[in-house]
């Protein structure tokens, strides 16, 4: 099992940046994909990005490509960059962990939440004037 915690949401200007972290603890991290999901009121949970442990491949959705990265630093730590935020950005960002598996190199479909078995508590990312 892994448990992951994130943080680094909070309110920012549009066009700024923040850093979101997921903090992971548990099984060694090469064993899994860590996917970052976001959750806007009212609207159903969509995945924005993934990161295969094992071999770096990311995926990243349309709406984000360009703008966010995905990176994990040697602390079992896993980072979502988000640049240019824009208003419609505006969620709960959440990150989860699935077997390496379901993220690969030139994925066309966003994360799917089922295919994740573990996830964090979430945190708020707000993007306004």
């Known amino acids: 099992q892994v448990q992951l915690v994130e943080s680094g949401g909070g309110l920012v200007q549009p066009r700024g940046s923040l850093r979101l972290t997921c903090a992971t603890s548990?099984?060694?991290?090469?064993?899994?994909?860590i996917g970052w999901f976001r959750q806007a009121p009212g609207k159903e949970r969509e995945g924005v990005s993934c990161?295969?442990?094992?071999?770096?491949?990311t995926y990243y959705a349309d709406s984000v490509k360009g703008r966010f990265t995905s990176s994990r630093d040697n602390a079992n730590n896993v980072y979502l960059q988000m640049n240019t935020l824009k208003p419609e950005d505006t969620a709960v960002y959440y990150c989860?962990?699935?077997?390496?598996?379901?993220?690969?190199?030139?994925?066309?479909?966003?994360?799917?939440?089922?295919?994740?078995?573990?996830w964090g508590q979430g945190t708020q990312v707000t993007v306004s004037s």
């Open positions: 989860a962990a699935a077997p390496p598996a379901f993220c690969y190199h030139n994925q066309k479909i966003p994360p799917q939440d089922y295919e994740y078995d573990y």
């Open positions: 548990g099984e060694t991290l090469e064993h899994y994909a």
């Open positions: 990161i295969s442990i094992a071999d770096g491949t």
